[in-house]
């Protein structure tokens, strides 16, 4: 094992580990606030609002993340009409495309998730809250989108880990993120078991750290669920 | 019992030089690295095939060492860890002999020796100064020369790392990137010559600096596979005389692109 | 429209499935395996199962892929060379196989772990209690209704392997991404071939959802389901 090369790379790990958290607080951000109306939408009884977020969810769900990144970075700019319109400043910036990517693809399966819990929410709840008056927007504010959200953080832990995963694919358009750095460590010293079992402790590091995050937060939000002591 | 011994000891005797001999006359077996990305000295057509002059040149140092071989189509950051790790025993995807790479891997002759230049927007002039590169993004192939140099030398400058340079090329043709630092060969009849390279123009000065360029492409193959070498050293020299070389050659280049 | 380049995907497209279908052997096999260790009484099997798991799940299946492709040759040629042999190469199918194989191992692993627990604990008893061996046990009572509550899961898990399957490219195997690659690097039209190859995902992923949900259908005849 050669460890004075790793030393030499560890700037460039750091960095890439910064680019990591970054790529991955931004798509999950962007994802979660989208996919809450888009749950509510998928979780509605009307089919005119159901069927275009069935439609996202299935395509977006059911396609590699890699081929929407590749579609997003190379294949919008083969258009002449992309370049020359107010995207391009944008979707000309690889950071730009990797967030739009992710964040699409994490959106679809948080919707999914968030409309099946939606769709859990126990029938006597809601005949309370419209035996009130409730509102629809308040019967969603108070009843429904709190024990919701709180019904997915299970599951959306697993996204979130699938997620930061997802992120060691920007490495395939040009940004230097843990895999990028580990990629370059090797194509510079042909090192690859140093180069790839440094960046697999990063992640491994990460994970734990989220994941012990998601069980402290499932023991604060999720206390009524857990058995008695 | 006696004859049954001599008959015995003769047959063994066969035995033991019958493989030799069999051996003889087995033709050696190579595995040839080879990108397809990189026209026009390798691409991969429509029919899946890979075409182009270092494939040519492969095939015919093959045949004039009368060796068979076989193509492994690899990305270029993944030739020489392939050849460490014995997947393949030979590099012919245009790699140039560095003194970096000599650390680790051994190379025959050159075969083949063109200089690199940068390729920009035509109008826009990057001179080569410290000052032309501020701000600028160039965009390179991971693990080449040009990668080396272009991280080395041109401060100021954001250098992006692609896997191909056919995706270099796309984003300099979308505009994302500012310039590639490329052989002059494959950015000319990869791009320039090309519809998508309408507009854009060679750059810059010439760079041939062997410290970082080289002295010309060649096979690159393990480290003290000397008999390897020898072979492949000689069937250069002989596919030059036969005149096969320039054959080759005219089918890609109206120029001498053996270089000086 | 695919500009002569169809063919050479629909050939891509073939060595896709064959890859997905090797490594899903290679992952059901890993995942018994994995799932009976986790549940053993023998503190050592239960102990590796986890660090198997939690290793797989803690690191990107890229990493994975390229440090077993890339550093497991090497390992593999220092081990055979200490013994003395000659190297064997590992060609790029074999190798993605093998890896999304021992990746998807680890979920699987999961799946049915999950569901050897959801079968009911009274009925291995009574099993037992009729002097059943365990491996009788196992063959009569749990498996058949293992396979009912372990289908969502393999569904997902199914879906994820496929998709997966894209990252095979990136070690440069011929799979049908790389085709793309390779036609839309040649035609400069990444869009037209990118969403073919897109489409053709789409297409594996539907169909599998629909013979996987009449599977379910079929296993869970006689089940009661409250209805809700």
């Given at each position: 094992?050669?460890?004075s090369?790793?030393a030499?790379?560890?700037?460039?790990?750091?960095?890439?580990?910064?680019?990591t958290?970054?790529l991955?607080?931004m798509?999950?951000?962007?994802?979660l606030?989208?996919a809450?109306?888009?749950g509510?939408?998928r979780?509605?009884?009307r089919?005119?609002?159901?069927?275009?977020v069935?439609?996202?969810t299935w395509v977006?769900r059911g396609?590699?993340?890699l081929v929407q990144?590749f579609?997003?970075y190379?294949?919008?700019?083969?258009?002449?009409?992309v370049?020359?319109?107010w995207l391009?400043p944008?979707?000309?910036?690889?950071?730009?495309?990797?967030?739009?990517a992710?964040a699409?693809?994490?959106?679809?399966?948080?919707?999914?998730m968030?409309?099946?819990?939606?769709?859990a929410t126990?029938h006597g709840?809601?005949?309370?809250?419209r035996a009130f008056?409730?509102p629809w927007?308040?019967?969603?504010?108070?009843i429904v989108?709190?024990?919701?959200?709180?019904r997915?953080l299970p599951?959306?832990?697993?996204?979130?880990?699938m997620?930061?995963?997802?992120?060691?694919?920007?490495?395939?358009?040009?940004?230097l993120?843990?895999?990028?750095?580990a990629?370059?460590?090797?194509?510079r010293?042909y090192?690859p078991f140093?180069?790839?079992?440094t960046?697999?402790?990063f992640?491994?590091?990460?994970?734990?750290?989220l994941v012990?995050?998601?069980?402290?937060?499932?023991?604060r939000?999720?206390a009524h669920?857990q058995?008695r002591? | 019992?006696?004859?049954?011994l001599s008959?015995l000891s003769?047959?063994?005797?066969?035995?033991?030089?019958?493989?030799?001999?069999?051996h003889?006359?087995d033709?050696?077996k190579i595995r040839?690295?080879v990108e397809?990305?990189y026209p026009?000295?390798?691409s991969v057509?429509?029919d899946g095939?890979?075409?182009?002059?270092?494939?040519?040149?492969a095939?015919?140092l093959?045949?004039q060492?009368k060796a068979?071989c076989t193509?492994?189509?690899?990305d270029?950051?993944a030739?020489i860890p392939a050849?460490?790790a014995?997947?393949?025993d030979a590099?012919v995807?245009s790699?140039?002999a560095?003194?970096e790479?000599?650390?680790?891997v051994d190379?025959?002759?050159?075969y083949y020796?063109?200089?690199n230049?940068?390729i920009?927007k035509?109008?826009?002039?990057?001179?080569?100064t410290p000052?032309?590169f501020?701000?600028?993004?160039i965009?390179?192939?991971?693990?080449?020369?040009?990668?080396?140099?272009?991280?080395a030398?041109?401060?100021g400058?954001?250098?992006q790392?692609?896997?191909k340079?056919?995706e270099v090329?796309?984003?300099?043709?979308?505009?994302r990137i500012?310039?590639?630092?490329v052989d002059?060969?494959?950015?000319?009849?990869g791009f320039?010559?090309?519809p998508?390279?309408k507009?854009?123009a060679?750059t810059?000065?010439v760079?041939?600096?062997p410290?970082?360029f080289g002295?010309g492409?060649?096979v690159?193959l393990?480290?003290g596979?000397?008999a390897?070498?020898?072979?492949?050293?000689?069937a250069?020299k002989a596919i030059?005389a036969?005149g096969?070389?320039k054959?080759?050659q005219?089918k890609?280049?109206?120029f001498d692109?053996?270089g000086? | 429209?695919?500009?002569g380049?169809?063919?050479?995907?629909?050939?891509g497209a073939?060595?896709?499935?064959?890859?997905a279908?090797?490594?899903?052997?290679?992952?059901?096999v890993?995942?018994l395996?994995?799932?009976?260790?986790?549940?053993?009484?023998?503190t050592f099997w239960?102990r590796?199962?986890?660090?198997y798991?939690?290793?797989?799940?803690?690191?990107?299946?890229?990493?994975l892929?390229m440090?077993?492709?890339?550093g497991g040759q090497?390992?593999l040629?220092a081990?055979?060379?200490a013994i003395?042999r000659d190297?064997?190469?590992i060609?790029?199918f074999?190798?993605?196989?093998?890896?999304l194989?021992?990746?998807?191992g680890?979920?699987?692993?999961?799946?049915?772990?999950g569901?050897m627990l959801?079968?009911p604990?009274?009925?291995?008893e009574a099993?037992r209690?009729?002097g059943?061996?365990p491996?009788?046990?196992f063959?009569?009572?749990?498996?058949?209704?293992?396979?009912?509550f372990a289908?969502?899961s393999?569904?997902n898990?199914?879906l994820?392997l496929?998709?997966s399957?894209?990252?095979?490219?990136?070690?440069?195997l011929?799979?049908?991404?790389?085709k793309a690659?390779?036609?839309?690097g040649?035609?400069?039209?990444p869009?037209?071939?990118?969403?073919?190859?897109g489409?053709?995902?789409?297409a594996v992923?539907?169909a599998?959802v629909?013979?996987l949900?009449a599977?379910e259908q079929r296993?869970?005849r006689?089940?009661?389901v409250?209805?809700l």
């Amino acid at each position: 094992m050669n460890f004075s090369a790793i030393a030499e790379s560890l700037p460039m790990y750091w960095d890439g580990l910064l680019t990591t958290l970054e790529l991955l607080a931004m798509a999950l951000l962007l994802g979660l606030l989208a996919a809450v109306p888009l749950g509510v939408m998928r979780a509605s009884s009307r089919r005119w609002l159901s069927a275009p977020v069935w439609f996202y969810t299935w395509v977006f769900r059911g396609t590699p993340l890699l081929v929407q990144l590749f579609i997003v970075y190379y294949g919008l700019a083969q258009f002449d009409a992309v370049r020359a319109s107010w995207l391009w400043p944008w979707l000309s910036n690889a950071w730009f495309c990797a967030v739009l990517a992710f964040a699409l693809n994490t959106c679809a399966y948080t919707t999914e998730m968030l409309a099946g819990a939606i769709r859990a929410t126990p029938h006597g709840e809601v005949e309370a809250a419209r035996a009130f008056g409730m509102p629809w927007a308040t019967l969603m504010r108070r009843i429904v989108l709190p024990s919701a959200l709180r019904r997915c953080l299970p599951a959306y832990s697993n996204e979130v880990i699938m997620m930061l995963h997802a992120t060691s694919i920007a490495s395939v358009v040009t940004l230097l993120d843990l895999t990028g750095a580990a990629r370059e460590m090797n194509s510079r010293f042909y090192l690859p078991f140093e180069a790839f079992i440094t960046a697999a402790l990063f992640y491994l590091a990460l994970t734990f750290v989220l994941v012990a995050a998601f069980r402290g937060a499932e023991a604060r939000w999720l206390a009524h669920l857990q058995p008695r002591r | 019992m006696k004859k049954l011994l001599s008959v015995l000891s003769f047959v063994l005797s066969l035995a033991a030089v019958l493989p030799l001999v069999a051996h003889a006359a087995d033709p050696m077996k190579i595995r040839v690295g080879v990108e397809g990305a990189y026209p026009p000295f390798s691409s991969v057509g429509a029919d899946g095939k890979i075409v182009g002059f270092d494939i040519d040149i492969a095939n015919a140092l093959c045949a004039q060492m009368k060796a068979q071989c076989t193509l492994v189509q690899q990305d270029f950051d993944a030739m020489i860890p392939a050849l460490q790790a014995k997947k393949i025993d030979a590099v012919v995807a245009s790699m140039s002999a560095t003194p970096e790479r000599l650390k680790v891997v051994d190379f025959s002759d050159k075969y083949y020796n063109t200089p690199n230049r940068l390729i920009a927007k035509a109008g826009v002039t990057i001179d080569g100064t410290p000052a032309s590169f501020k701000g600028k993004k160039i965009g390179v192939q991971r693990g080449t020369i040009n990668d080396r140099f272009a991280t080395a030398k041109f401060a100021g400058a954001a250098i992006q790392r692609y896997t191909k340079q056919d995706e270099v090329f796309l984003d300099l043709a979308s505009g994302r990137i500012d310039a590639t630092l490329v052989d002059a060969v494959a950015g000319d009849v990869g791009f320039l010559k090309l519809p998508a390279g309408k507009g854009f123009a060679f750059t810059g000065p010439v760079y041939d600096d062997p410290a970082y360029f080289g002295t010309g492409v060649g096979v690159a193959l393990r480290k003290g596979d000397t008999a390897l070498r020898e072979q492949l050293n000689a069937a250069i020299k002989a596919i030059r005389a036969n005149g096969v070389y320039k054959t080759l050659q005219a089918k890609y280049f109206d120029f001498d692109v053996y270089g000086k | 429209m695919l500009q002569g380049y169809g063919a050479s995907l629909l050939q891509g497209a073939a060595l896709t499935l064959a890859v997905a279908l090797g490594s899903l052997l290679l992952a059901l096999v890993l995942g018994l395996v994995g799932a009976v260790a986790k549940l053993s009484r023998v503190t050592f099997w239960r102990r590796a199962a986890t660090v198997y798991t939690t290793v797989i799940r803690g690191v990107p299946d890229l990493v994975l892929m390229m440090l077993i492709f890339y550093g497991g040759q090497i390992a593999l040629n220092a081990a055979l060379a200490a013994i003395g042999r000659d190297s064997i190469d590992i060609d790029p199918f074999a190798a993605g196989t093998a890896t999304l194989g021992f990746i998807f191992g680890a979920y699987f692993t999961e799946t049915f772990r999950g569901a050897m627990l959801a079968v009911p604990a009274g009925q291995i008893e009574a099993g037992r209690a009729f002097g059943m061996s365990p491996w009788l046990v196992f063959r009569r009572v749990t498996a058949p209704q293992m396979l009912r509550f372990a289908i969502p899961s393999f569904t997902n898990n199914w879906l994820v392997l496929v998709k997966s399957t894209a990252l095979v490219s990136l070690i440069g195997l011929n799979d049908m991404l790389q085709k793309a690659q390779q036609a839309a690097g040649a035609t400069r039209q990444p869009f037209t071939f990118y969403l073919a190859v897109g489409a053709l995902y789409l297409a594996v992923t539907t169909a599998s959802v629909l013979a996987l949900r009449a599977l379910e259908q079929r296993v869970s005849r006689g089940a009661k389901v409250a209805a809700l």
